[in-house]
């Protein structure tokens, strides 16, 4: 029996401005933090780059023609911050929104609801030289920034996420260092966290007042993690986790307060003087809907041999992640896809009143175009079947979710995996730029048509 979607469900694709455009220097844009660390030797395997990418500056509306081919009822993309202020602050850069205006134009022409993220990781360099998110100035430079694309674009942008992953930004550029800027100071990543949260309250203010009927959102990368045994010492480093990976968002977002046990956690790396009277006030706007990404889940416990370097874990630096089993994804990710109906059910559990979309999900896997042009991935559509009948459970249980976006559209930069690793429903040929249809995206294609799973 076929498994239908609400009327109203969106049901979209993916992407990421600097994962996708190339063009890094065309049109007065200026360089992004991923610019200078992708170009730093030993940063990205293979030494690769953004900067050409998939090319979709150039592309976009053979791009968009495939979108409106595939069907999806919407697009969700970023816009380049440097695109459109090339240092960070000042006067647009009309040739930089221009590109989105076509954009955004185009996605209209074909009936598709374009879904704006903000800040998809690519602050501008100028801003990580005056001293990137650990300063609260950036924060004040993003709410300019975010009023200005409201401003063009929100007559006909409705739905606006104001970050992607804040804590990838936060911890993997600012504590581990594996992505940009690639900073290593656990104290700076906790200020970071913090100035992203300021940064999406005062920007959630601006696009409001400059797009009256906007819808506002943020993408969390909520992590769904578990404890390893019934132990009091394995469900500790669970809390321990679950604070620095999740309430430190989840919790000033949506309550207006840190947790005080992320605070005790963390009281040995920082004293959280950034946190000024008034700011959690501002943090804590009205959200029209959440937006949550998931991939896979952990299971940790009280480690053993200590500390680790370099973890992206403030102060939860001694606790062990065990290692996936399998199946596994092209990433080394484990396939659960129960996984996502608790992890959506837990939402709506603490925070019944607010919707819920699944703003990215999809896997990689080693893709190959065989000779015959065709690019056969059936993992990826067992991957997305199981994922999409897990969201249903969560549906039937009563769960407000309002839409599924699978990553990627393409194939794309990979961040510090460089090109090696492909999440597309299309194919993208490197050498030439050329996008193939993969099996599962005619797998998506019959399912945004459909409405339904079989």
Not at 123 to 137: K, Y
Not at 177 to 183: I, Q
Not at 185 to 191: D, N, T, V, Y
Request: glycine share 10%; aromatic share 10%; proline share 7%.
């Amino acid at each position: 029996m076929a498994v239908a979607f609400p009327p109203a469900f969106r049901f979209g694709a993916a992407t990421a401005a600097y994962q996708i455009e190339g063009a890094v220097a065309a049109d007065g844009r200026g360089p992004s933090i991923w610019d200078v660390f992708s170009h730093a030797p030993g940063r990205i395997d293979g030494g690769d780059t953004g900067d050409t990418a998939c090319g979709h500056y150039d592309r976009m509306p053979a791009d968009v023609a495939l979108l409106g081919d595939l069907g999806v009822d919407a697009y969700r993309f970023s816009i380049a911050w440097p695109r459109v202020q090339p240092t960070g602050s000042g006067k647009p850069n009309p040739a930089g929104l221009a590109f989105y205006d076509r954009l955004v134009d185009e996605l209209a022409a074909r009936g598709i609801e374009p879904v704006a993220t903000v800040y998809h990781w690519d602050l501008p360099q100028a801003l990580e030289e005056a001293g990137g998110w650990p300063d609260r100035a950036v924060a004040e430079r993003f709410a300019d920034y975010a009023g200005l694309v409201a401003q063009a674009l929100g007559d006909r942008v409705k739905l606006w996420c104001t970050l992607n992953e804040p804590w990838c930004s936060a911890f993997l550029g600012y504590a581990s260092g594996v992505h940009a800027p690639g900073r290593r100071e656990p104290a700076a990543a906790l200020a970071a966290a913090h100035h992203l949260n300021l940064a999406h309250g005062l920007g959630a203010q601006a696009i409001r007042a400059a797009a009256a009927d906007a819808q506002v959102s943020v993408v969390l990368n909520v992590h769904a993690v578990k404890a390893a045994s019934d132990s009091a010492a394995d469900h500790a480093a669970c809390r321990r986790i679950d604070a620095v990976g999740n309430r430190i968002f989840l919790d000033p977002l949506l309550d207006g307060s840190y947790p005080e046990d992320l605070l005790a956690d963390t009281a040995g790396i920082s004293d959280w003087s950034f946190v000024r009277d008034g700011d959690l006030a501002l943090i804590r706007q009205p959200l029209d809907l959440l937006g949550v990404n998931y991939y896979k889940t952990d299971t940790v416990r009280a480690a053993a041999a200590g500390p680790a370097a370099n973890t992206p874990w403030v102060g939860a630096d001694d606790v062990e992640f065990l290692p996936p089993t399998g199946p596994l994804t092209d990433m080394g990710w484990n396939i659960e896809p129960a996984g996502l109906t608790g992890l959506l059910a837990g939402l709506h559990a603490r925070w019944p009143g607010l919707p819920l979309f699944v703003a990215e999900n999809g896997a990689a896997f080693p893709d190959r175009l065989d000779a015959d042009g065709q690019v056969r991935d059936p993992q990826r559509i067992d991957y997305l079947s199981r994922h999409l009948e897990a969201l249903t459970a969560a549906l039937a249980a009563g769960v407000p979710v309002r839409g599924y976006f699978a990553w990627s559209l393409m194939d794309n930069f990979e961040w510090s995996l460089g090109y090696a690793k492909r999440f597309g429903l299309f194919y993208t040929d490197y050498a030439t730029g050329e996008r193939h249809w993969k099996d599962s995206a005619r797998w998506y294609q019959k399912l945004c048509r459909r409405r339904a799973l079989p």
